[in-house]
């Protein structure tokens, strides 16, 4: 499965930040996970991955819980 995401910079008066987006071209691997993403916010924009919260921390997800396929993140420019 791959992941694409876009880097976007929001600037406002005095702070800039850099926001990793999704980008709606990604093809999701079983419909398991698609439902998934969709019900939980599991994108995190700061690391351009998709994750799974454990007491406040996140855990990186780098293969699908589901149905265990790879996925790779692909970054847009």
């Known amino acids: 499965m791959q992941v694409y995401f876009i ?6 008066e005095y702070v800039t930040f850099t926001e990793l987006k999704i980008d709606k071209q990604s093809d999701f691997c ?4 698609k439902k998934y993403v969709a019900m939980v916010k599991s994108w995190s924009s700061k ?3 998709f994750c ?5 921390i996140l ?3 780098d293969y699908c819980p589901f149905c265990g396929e790879k996925i790779e993140y692909i970054s847009v420019e």
């Open 7 to 12: 880097k976007e910079v929001q600037a406002f």
């Open 30 to 33: 079983c419909e398991k996970l």
């Open 47 to 49: 690391i351009g991955k």
């Open 59 to 61: 855990v990186e997800i």
């Open 52 to 56: 799974i919260v454990e007491k406040d």
